[in-house]
């Protein structure tokens, strides 16, 4: 029996999960006539994506901490890494996504998912009605475990108060915890992934501050290694339920406007 991989069927898989997550926003034209300029900003209701800009000091925070992120060295990590991926996006982002840890593509880029999995994060963040740049996006941890092994206690312990810094300086209306590590690790639970996602839970930023809502679902990378239809389909799930949350609409699917 042939046990090497069919690379025409990977191949075609990975196209099929990019066209969901993608696909979703290609909407049939009907009769209705185009509107430009003002008459168009009159029929499309206004959604707020975003919150009101930051105040500088805030930015500048954000920024510092990023630097420290740089300059760490609290765990063996640090000096094996290329470079330390702090996070990256908007302040005042209603929904931050938080990862486990940077790969090898963000260890050289310093910027986190920009590998596969991070395109198809891309492709999931379009699919919802938002741009890259209208969200946060890290990790728990800010360098990269050596052979992308799973992130440790100790390391956890040491980098995750930089995160949790970043998230009382947001102040997002929601976390999508993106895999297991990541959710775990935010809501302090030893619950799996399976147990979690798809529920709104509760994030505690600190004593005396509102929680923050959280959902969590699978990682993108754990789409591409399990590929199937019912995988894809409970991750859009889940972002419809956070897009509800949100008060935002659901970009029609592909397949119900050509219906």
Known sequence: ????????KVVRQHAEMADFF??????????????????????????????????????????????????????????????AVPGEGNPAARIMFIGEAPGADEDAQARPFVGRAGQLLDKIIAACGLKREEVWIGNILKCRPPDNRDPRPEEIIACLPYLQRQIELINPDIIVALGAHAAKTLLDTPKAIGQLRGLFHEYQPGIGKKPIKLMATFHPA???????????????ADMKKVLAELGLPTPPSKRAASS
């Open 1 to 8: 029996m042939n046990s090497n991989p069919d690379i025409n």
């Open 22 to 83: 993608s696909g979703g926003l290609t909407i049939k034209k009907t009769g209705t006539p185009d509107l430009s300029g003002e008459a168009q900003a009159k029929a499309e209701p206004q959604h707020q994506t975003t919150r009101p800009p930051c105040p500088p000091e805030t930015i500048k925070e954000i920024e510092d901490i990023a630097e420290q992120t740089r300059q760490c060295r609290k765990c063996d990590l640090g000096g094996l890494r290329t470079n």
């Open 222 to 236: 754990y789409l591409l290694r399990n590929y199937s239809d019912d995988n894809r389909r409970k991750v859009w």
